[in-house]
């Protein structure tokens, strides 16, 4: 197959073959051994390995939109779990109609994450190809840029499917896609068809997906409409109109029409901003604590995992040379400036770049404060001004730091552009030079990075039983049948938003209650999902306020005891309670739990370390 008339085949094989060594490098230890090692075990990360392999352990028979192994006995649907829920849907039913899959149920997760690099290089390739003449480049960075944009942070963090960096190139693909399809009069309709297919599953993956491209989509059209006056291209009209919001309304039909606890969720959430949420403008130029490479300024201080958005020692040493050639080669510089501004590529690139940016002024909120505690500046250019003084729905989307990715990708992007278009038409033999020194600072940021994805991945404590020794101990001669649900204590119930409604958990706490649900496959009666009804949460929470259990509560649970997982070192002060309880009601429950196996009198079943587990018969 010859390489001139394949190109495109054999450019995107050679870059996911360099990719294959590269995730191998960074995950061959958790791909090569099932079952032994995980990418986050706390927090988030433990709490959503929990919901996609309880979701897959639970009987078909609940329904395949069902999630009932937190919140018992209410359960919920699966859109707020967190689990990825299109993917989670789709291998529920491999697994119960062609092979049980769900003892593999993390592998296959895992295998799924790491699969979206590799997507990710695909489209890279196929974009760059269409961007750049040097073949290059174009395989160079379809490697290396999928694992220096923001997202893939998401995979140690815990956010384990917002890492999918394909969704934003699939929209930045589509978008130049039809910016020169336009341009050369061809048909723009399968490319709207294809985006809106993609943007539809994606918005099943993570809902978030949605508004950060929708944002990044519609500032794209506006700005291109808008600066070639061709607001009366229907076909452009209607494209935007289809991208930006068909994805949108689809999502949300379905939910609505699944979900039978719409009506009990809170609808109007409040709009309020945290800072720990918002954008900071610093992260733009802030190495990752594990890269060694550093820009000429940066930050003292960290930046809150949200806020990471650097744009990488390439990109923005890239453009410190284009600084300096624009100073003292001011003659040459105007030369390819001039030209490449009368190039396609640069037109896209433009408007991309502007649209991203808009994105970031998104990103860092309403107002923003300059010297925190004395100004502050109020940030009218960013939509959610507007936004959330029309409705307080906007609130679910609150963390605002997430709109800055298309940013990284549009300035990477770009530079690329130019240093291509300046390679390609330049006469000076130093450029040379100088490409290869900015390619290297890309390949040093690779480098570490795929070093610390290699450092940080995590013995599995989730469902390898050998890391559990005192789970294992506690349910040796314990019968699981003979209980219906796990009731953990020190209580959490996280999710509901809703005033003295919220009671944080200890992380420690938390996975030994999921390691106990997996385990003898019993629902917890606590619960860490999102947008839980608050009458359910009350309900719940009268088992501790309350004489007796509230009637909705009561009448929902069946005859069977309840298994009550108790960890006493928070009580008896072994262990420290590290969750900041401010709100006095979630205090409340946290020492209302110390009273209820004296309450209750509950009978002892067995004892580990410091957790104990009772039998709660129900009056």
């Not at 209607?238 to 029409?257: D, E, H, K, Q, Y």
Request: charged fraction near 15%; glycine fraction near 6%; hydrophobic fraction near 50%.
């Amino acid at each position: 197959m010859p390489f001139r008339q394949n190109k495109a085949f054999w450019l995107v094989t050679i870059a996911m073959l360099l990719q294959v060594g590269l995730v191998l490098r960074a995950f061959g230890p958790l791909l090569l051994h099932p079952g032994q090692y995980m990418l986050s075990a706390a927090y988030d990360g433990a709490k959503n390995a929990f919901t996609f392999q309880a979701y897959l352990q639970q009987p078909f028979a609940r329904g395949l939109w069902w999630f009932g192994d937190m919140n018992y006995p209410f359960g919920d649907y699966i859109f707020y779990t967190d689990n990825t829920p299109i993917l989670a849907v789709f291998l529920k039913l491999f697994s119960h109609h062609i092979h049980d899959i769900s003892a593999y149920a993390l592998d296959i997760y895992h295998c799924i994450l790491i699969g979206g690099i590799f997507l990710s290089t695909a489209l890279l390739c196929v974009l760059l190809r269409r961007i750049l003449h040097s073949a290059v480049l174009v395989v160079v960075f379809s490697v290396m840029l999928p694992w220096l944009n923001p997202q893939t942070e998401r995979l140690l963090i815990g956010h384990f499917n917002l890492s999918f960096s394909w969704v934003l190139l699939l929209a930045i693909w589509g978008l130049w896609q039809l910016y020169e399809r336009e341009h050369e009069g061809r048909p723009i309709a399968g490319v709207v068809a294809v985006v809106t297919t993609g943007l539809t599953v994606a918005a099943f993956i993570h809902l978030y997906y949605l508004p950060i491209v929708g944002l990044c989509i519609g500032a794209f059209f506006v700005l291109w409409l808008a600066s070639q006056k061709i607001w009366y291209r229907w076909r452009l009209l209607v494209a935007g109109a289809v991208l930006t919001l068909v994805p949108l309304l689809i999502s949300f039909t379905v939910v609505r029409l699944i979900d039978g606890y719409y009506t009990l969720r809170r609808a109007d959430m409040g709009f309020y901003e945290v800072p720990s949420l918002m954008f900071q403008f610093s992260a733009l130029f802030k190495p990752y604590s594990y890269e060694k490479t550093h820009f000429i300024i940066e930050p003292v201080q960290p930046v809150a995992y949200e806020s990471y958005g650097y744009l990488g020692a390439f990109a923005l040493m890239s453009l410190v040379v284009a600084l300096v050639v624009a100073c003292f080669k001011r003659k040459a510089w105007l030369t390819v400036w001039q030209a490449w501004k009368q190039t396609v590529v640069f037109r896209f690139v433009l408007l991309l770049s502007i649209a991203g940016f808009l994105g970031v002024l998104a990103a860092v909120g309403t107002n923003y404060q300059i010297v925190p505690g004395q100004f502050v500046v109020y940030n009218y250019l960013s939509v959610f001004f507007y936004l959330s003084k029309i409705t307080h729905m906007v609130a679910h989307f609150r963390a605002f730091a997430r709109f800055n990715w298309p940013f990284f990708w549009a300035v990477n992007l770009g530079v690329l552009a130019g240093l291509d278009y300046w390679l390609r038409t330049s006469q000076q033999r130093w450029r040379w030079l100088l490409a290869v020194g900015l390619v290297v600072l890309a390949y040093i940021d690779t480098r570490d990075t795929l070093k610390h994805y290699r450092k940080s991945l995590v013995p599995n404590i989730l469902t390898s039983a050998k890391n559990q020794p005192i789970v294992s101990e506690l349910i040796a001669k314990l019968d699981p049948t003979v209980y219906q649900a796990i009731l953990p204590i020190p209580y959490f119930h996280v999710g509901s938003e809703a005033p003295g409604l919220v009671i944080e958990d200890d992380d420690r706490q938390a996975i030994q209650a999921f390691q106990l649900s997996l385990r003898t496959h019993l629902p917890l009666l606590a619960s860490k999902m999102s947008r839980t009804p608050p009458a359910q949460v009350r309900a719940l929470l009268s088992m501790f306020r309350a004489n007796r259990v509230a009637p909705a509560l009561r009448a929902k649970l069946s005859r069977k005891p309840i298994l009550v997982m108790v960890d006493q070192g928070f009580y008896n002060g072994s262990k420290r309670w590290v969750t900041t309880q401010q709100d006095p009601a979630a205090q409340g429950i946290f020492k209302a739990g110390a009273r209820f196996i004296r309450e209750k009198h509950l009978k002892l079943l067995a004892q580990a370390g410091t957790l104990q587990l009772y039998r709660w018969d129900l009056d």
